[in-house]
């Protein structure tokens, strides 16, 4: 286990510590104390190694992580695991806006509740929210799965494209194009893999599925007043 | 005695509906839709055709056309990046998407711009091989999309472009119509083939420019403190954008004004929001003096460039270097007379032709369409933009020298004057003939 303490280490000499970690590395596990509320801890990593970061943090933790597992005790900042390509990451607490921002591979598993814009612009990534995620959440998303075990805030999926949403408690309003679509044995199936992985524990029989509608993906004048 | 017919007074078209408008007007009534075309401002504004160099006379010495050094080259980056960018000549290849362009255009972008010594930058759609393979000197836009966005194309830059606004559009996102999102644009964005894509005007994990800032700290984080962050503005408010933009920790700042082109978007917004170039530069350049970063974070201009002449009173104004984009384009072969009868066939003419967004574009530029695009040789294109752009490297060179400057970030808004009252005001230079500088000397 590698230690390193940012009460004595520059966010600089973390992140390049991080960041020379090749495939073949033997340093695998890594722990870092102090973080307290860091921004741009432990980004652009890509490598196949674990890091614990003990305590919250601030923006942008893990942004465009590859391979790595990077596991918060505490909560997130915003923008957490922003742009993720590959690898894991979990957030014991909860997590501000933007979480998962844009990402295109990869599983976000968020232990509490999510705050707005979680998964905006997700295009391929897979999050999971064991509580519940705040209101605009998977604006614009293209691609991957957002799923929530509690509940969802207003305008949920707004111009979204082909991600796939669960949500498992209320959802208190879907934005523009978004709309409830059946759920299938494969949907299911994706459903069941991803709570597993996120151990999370409900059934997959207890969510409903929203998707786009797909009534937007091209200008046409009588869809003026949904834009 | 013959009835005579008495005179009649000619048809008069009226000034505020003209044949222009009116076919506007006939063309929403019948469609529904608002107009969507490619390019930057059509209308006329002041522009840098409204500046004259007063040139060397007895107070000032004039250097020696053919015989003493005229210097072009330009730093980008030197505030914080460990590897800034050395260009030869400040004039740089603004962001065009693949997607909105060909592959073979991205790749004579790269062609004649590292032929010239100069930098090319990707656009909304990531980058590709074409374009970094051909460009020495490569920028990556990182634009509220995010299509492509990676962290592997992050490092095998050579600077990133955080891109706010742009000058045909400040305050709105990119557009790519279902033409042009072939498998392979829909598979870089993400997208499905085929759709109408509307990209985001925000970022989508930050807000203002205290999270610019940390936005900013991430990508260098990311990148080692190795590449010039650039931030892009629309000409909306120059002077507080770009002073936010250097507060954010900004290495360039990249001004674009209304006459800035784009592939595609409302041509109610090109025409109505934002500001001439001209009138963008001196508040952009007060607000880096007031902050004592003046030529410490470099500023670009872009926005209706299109002669040596225009690079010389931009960097007259204050800029470190311009770039340009509808201007390149045209020296690849973008409504060139030779394709007039493919033009005619489209319902337009060469010159006019702006229907970018249709992917039909006869040159065979902005198309996705694999037999137009095979059109555009990128050897022969690359060649035209490292001509056009040594044509404007010497043309600038040659008004320096005769305003007696050893390199061109030499020339002064003292070596210019205005023809236009407008124009000068907006310089902040004097009316020609006159001591007069509107809104700073005198009435």
């Known amino acids: 286990m590698q230690t390193i303490d940012l009460a004595a280490t520059t966010l600089r000499e973390l992140n390049a510590a991080l960041q020379g970690q090749t495939a073949s590395t033997n340093q695998t596990e890594w722990e870092i104390l102090n973080p307290r509320g860091a921004h741009a801890l432990a980004v652009g990593l890509d490598a196949p190694i674990e890091v614990t970061v003990r305590g919250s943090t601030g923006y942008y933790c893990a942004g465009m992580n590859k391979q790595a597992t990077v596991r918060i005790t505490g909560s997130a900042g915003p923008g957490v695991a922003e742009n993720m390509m590959s690898g894991t990451v979990v957030i014991d607490g909860d997590a501000s806006q933007y979480a998962g921002a844009t990402g295109r591979g990869g599983l976000l598993v968020i232990k509490g509740n999510a705050s707005s814009r979680c998964g905006i612009s997700m295009k391929g990534i897979d999050i999971v929210v064991h509580g519940s995620i705040g209101h605009m959440s998977a604006f614009m998303a293209q691609k991957g799965n957002l799923v929530v075990l509690g509940d969802a805030g207003d305008g949920l999926g707004d111009s979204l494209y082909e991600a796939r949403l669960f949500v498992r408690g209320a959802v208190k309003g879907l934005g523009a194009d978004c709309v409830e679509k059946e759920m299938r044995p494969e949907h299911l199936e994706i459903l069941r893999d991803l709570l597993a992985r996120a151990e999370a524990d409900a059934s997959p029989e207890e969510f409903r599925r929203y998707g786009s509608a797909r009534s937007l993906y091209h200008f046409r004048v009588d869809n003026a007043s949904a834009y | ?443």
């Open chain 2, 1 to 443: 005695m013959t009835e005579r017919t008495p005179p009649r007074a000619l048809p008069r078209q009226s000034a505020t509906f003209s044949n222009e408008t009116n076919s506007e007007i006939r063309r929403a009534a019948a469609t529904g839709i608002y107009a969507i075309r490619g390019g930057g401002a059509k209308r006329k504004v002041p522009h840098f055709d409204d500046l004259l160099f007063l040139g060397a006379s007895i107070s000032r010495y004039p250097l020696e056309g053919y015989r003493e050094k005229c210097a072009t080259d330009v730093w980008l980056g030197t505030r914080n990046a460990r590897k800034p960018l050395h260009l030869e000549i400040p004039i740089t290849i603004a962001g065009m998407s693949f997607g909105s362009l060909s592959g073979p255009a991205k790749e004579a972008l790269g062609r004649g711009a590292t032929a010239a010594g100069t930098s090319t930058t990707t656009g909304d759609g990531g980058m590709t091989e074409e374009e970094r393979g051909h460009s020495r000197t490569l920028i990556y836009q990182y634009l509220p999309s995010r299509y492509g966005m990676n962290p592997d194309d992050l490092r095998r830059a050579d600077a990133i472009e955080v891109v706010v606004g742009q000058g045909a559009k400040p305050g709105g996102g990119g557009m790519l119509l279902g033409q042009k999102i072939t498998e392979r644009v829909a598979g870089m964005r993400d997208l499905p083939v085929g759709i109408d894509q509307r990209s985001a005007c925000r970022h989508p994990d930050w807000t203002g420019p205290d999270d610019l800032e940390i936005k900013i700290l991430e990508l260098r984080e990311i990148t080692g403190w190795e590449k010039p962050i650039f931030v892009k503005i629309g000409g909306a408010r120059p002077y507080f954008d770009t002073a936010l933009a250097v507060k954010a920790g900004a290495d360039v700042v990249v001004l674009d004004g209304m006459q800035g082109g784009t592939a595609a978007t409302q041509n109610v917004f090109i025409e109505h929001v934002g500001q001439p170039t001209l009138a963008c530069i001196r508040p952009a350049v007060r607000a880096l003096q007031e902050l004592g970063m003046h030529r410490k974070v470099q500023l670009v201009v872009s926005g209706g460039i299109r002669t040596g002449a225009d690079v010389a009173k931009a960097l007259a104004l204050g800029a470190d270097a311009v770039s340009i984009g509808t201007a390149a384009l045209i020296a690849l072969g973008d409504n060139d007379p030779r394709w007039e009868e493919d033009y005619r066939a489209l319902g337009t003419t060469a010159g006019a032709y702006d229907d970018w967004h249709e992917g039909r574009d006869p040159a065979g530029i902005t198309t996705q369409d694999p037999a137009l695009a095979a059109r555009l040789d990128p050897v022969e294109a690359g060649r035209r933009l490292r001509n056009y752009l040594a044509v404007m490297t010497l043309e600038c060179q040659t008004i320096a020298r005769a305003c007696g400057k050893s390199h061109v970030h030499n020339l002064e808004p003292e070596d210019l004057c205005a023809l236009t009252i407008e124009a000068a005001a907006m310089a902040g230079v004097p009316l020609a003939g006159t001591d007069w500088i509107p809104g700073l000397s005198g009435l």
